[in-house]
């Protein structure tokens, strides 16, 4: 396997929540300088690009490093990153008709649709769904993840509810464990 790429559309957020950090005053560049590689600090001089493939390594530096200087370590910061970006992919009506279609078949045809938005924005990594929705229950397996970074998963968390949300007529609660150093396992409970 080749370098670990993900897609822009994913990388924006963080470079511009990196940059706006640095522009009012709450870090540094000598923060920046001393904690990321020179190869991040590169990206934080573009506007990525939604459609090109980046270096999955730096996004997992920069997000890991607002998860330490906006975030304070906290778990719910990173989900919360995870189901903002959700929100955004429903408002940017970009992927309006898999997200319609999966609100009308229900809450399975939306876990394929999350394997899907998964596929497209990473190169690398094999999801499968094990279950369904309708034992309130499943999970979604990732295989071939040795270099997904932890925060990367954990924000997956947040993104998956909010999508699942929309289907499942009750909240959902997702949690995700590694198994395996290359093995993850989203688990999906329906409540209520």
Do not use: C
């Not at 924006?12 to 950090?21: A, I, P």
């Not at 990525?48 to 390594?57: E, H, N």
């Not at 309130?136 to 993840?145: G, L, N, Q, R």
């Amino acid at each position: 396997m080749g370098i670990p790429h993900i897609k822009g559309i994913a990388l924006m957020s963080v470079v511009d929540d990196v940059t706006r950090l640095l522009e009012s005053g709450h870090i540094t560049q000598e923060q920046l300088d001393a904690e990321l590689k020179p190869e991040d600090l590169e990206l934080l001089g573009e506007s990525p690009m939604p459609t090109l493939w980046y270096s999955l390594a730096s996004y997992g530096r920069l997000l890991d490093f607002l998860w330490t200087h906006e975030g304070n370590r906290d778990r719910d910061y990173l989900v919360k990153r995870g189901a903002d970006a959700a929100e955004r992919i429903l408002a940017s009506g970009i992927y309006a008709k898999v997200v319609e279609t999966a609100e009308k078949w229900g809450g399975d045809q939306m876990a394929k649709a999350i394997i899907g938005f998964s596929k497209s924005f990473y190169d690398f990594m094999d999801w499968h769904l094990l279950g369904s929705l309708a034992d309130d229950h499943f999970k979604i397996e990732v295989e071939e993840a040795e270099d997904y970074p932890e925060v990367a998963q954990i924000a997956a968390e947040g993104f998956m509810r909010v999508l699942m949300g929309r289907t499942a007529e009750a909240e959902v609660v997702v949690s995700s464990h590694r198994p395996a150093s290359d093995r993850v396992v989203f688990e999906l409970r329906r409540t209520g």
